[in-house]
């Protein structure tokens, strides 16, 4: 299917693909599809590298694991503390917070948005979450985020050994140019000098119904079949906001598994990678090598409401992402702003009224069960990273782009 440049969003502009099913024709015995996995320490390690070019090559979604013996407890204080707090007015009034209606009319979404540049994480407003959510939810929302870049780092290193294995001659792969005649060999040069997004999501969808459904007329459509913008996402699966002691009953997200859509079952303690279209489309990789975006649906029934972190992993401004003609990713973003009458109220998981067209950075759900080389399987929590302390303007930290 030919890919197709259309507008998306006011900050990026990607490619996107028509897809038929809707998460309305999803039938409630649809399949468990349980997510591979591999551990940081193999990803770091150059093992099991077969395995990931199978599932990048089919799916594009995996599942990272073995991040800490506190990663699980950071995962859950931190969502459950933004279930909580974002239900006050007062969340609003931080820096970075918005609240949006979707498309469907039904689902809220809650954001407190924020960014790495250049591998270096911008700040969440410190003071002020501590104020409306509590010392211990602040504390947990950065340790979540540099554990999630611990997991991306992982993946960032596997990926760029299994393009380096797959090139056909001792010279570097070009994976992508820009307009000034840089060429970016590695994954990890593209990641090192990108501004990447990162968004906390609550998510939650108004029963209009007083409880008087079914469950197969409660689940409604809040993004049809699609693949995200950008290289890749890592996320956390979502966590319920309503049914804590079965997580499993939030089930909201489903992969398409050789064309057929399965419920995605995460293992516990992970953080998940998946490709997007700029991976697919984007990278000139060697000939021999897969990468597919994922296609994935989001479901939720009314009633619901969830909380998820994750962080799109993008590419440089005067990055070239279409040959002929040349379009860089500044150019799409530029063509968002200039089209369309309504662009400017236009969001990734918004669709054409009258298409199928569905993209979206970081929809955020999920179901969950509960050195450069190497890495020591003691770890139990990454460093704590080095924090910016300003943005070159607002736009980089704007979350309406997610």
Not at 14 to 22: H, I, R, S
Not at 131 to 139: D, K
Request: hydrophobic share 40%.
């Amino acid at each position: 299917m030919a890919p197709l440049f259309v507008n998306a969003a006011r900050h990026v502009t990607v490619w996107t693909f028509l897809y038929p099913l809707t998460i309305a024709s999803l039938s409630l015995a649809v399949e468990d599809y349980n997510i591979p996995n591999f551990s940081v320490t193999d990803l770091r390690a150059g093992r099991r590298v077969d395995d990931l070019s199978s599932v990048l090559g089919s799916t594009g979604l995996i599942a990272i694991t073995g991040l800490g013996v506190d990663f699980s407890k950071i995962r859950k204080t931190a969502l459950e503390s933004l279930c909580s707090c974002s239900e006050s007015s007062e969340f609003l009034v931080m820096d970075g917070s918005d609240r949006t209606v979707l498309n469907d009319r039904l689902t809220t979404r809650t954001t407190l948005a924020t960014a790495t540049m250049s591998n270096i994480p911008l700040p969440l407003p410190v003071d002020q979450l501590t104020r409306h959510c509590g010392l211990e939810a602040t504390e947990a929302m950065n340790a979540l985020r540099d554990h999630v870049a611990l997991a991306s780092s992982g993946f960032v290193s596997a990926l760029d050994r299994m393009i380096d294995g797959a090139a056909s001659s001792s010279e570097s792969q070009v994976l992508l140019r820009d307009t000034q005649g840089g060429m970016f060999t590695s994954i990890s040069s593209i990641v090192d000098v990108s501004s990447n997004l990162e968004h906390f999501h609550v998510y939650s969808k108004e029963d209009t119904n007083g409880g008087q459904h079914d469950d197969l007329q409660s689940i409604d459509s809040s993004l049809d079949t699609h693949t995200d913008a950008g290289l890749f996402l890592s996320f956390v699966p979502a966590r319920s906001c309503v049914n804590e002691a079965n997580e499993e009953e939030n089930s909201s997200f489903f992969v398409s598994v050789s064309g057929e859509i399965r419920r995605a079952v995460f293992p516990p303690g992970s953080v998940a990678i998946m490709l997007g279209v700029g991976a697919e489309h984007w990278l000139k990789v060697p000939e021999y090598l897969s990468l597919k975006a994922t296609r994935h649906a989001v479901k939720m029934r009314v009633g619901e409401a969830r909380a998820w972190y994750g962080m799109m992993n993008l590419v440089p401004e005067n990055a070239i992402v279409h040959d002929s003609p040349v379009h860089t990713f500044a150019d799409m973003r530029a063509n968002m702003v200039m089209t369309g009458s309504n662009i400017q109220n236009r969001r990734y998981s918004d669709s054409t009224a009258s298409s199928n067209r569905y993209i979206s950075i970081g929809c955020g759900s999920s179901s969950s069960s509960e050195a450069h080389h190497s890495i020591s399987s003691s770890i139990t929590s990454p460093p704590k990273r080095v924090r910016l302390q300003m943005v070159p303007d607002s736009s980089y930290c704007n979350n309406s782009t997610n």
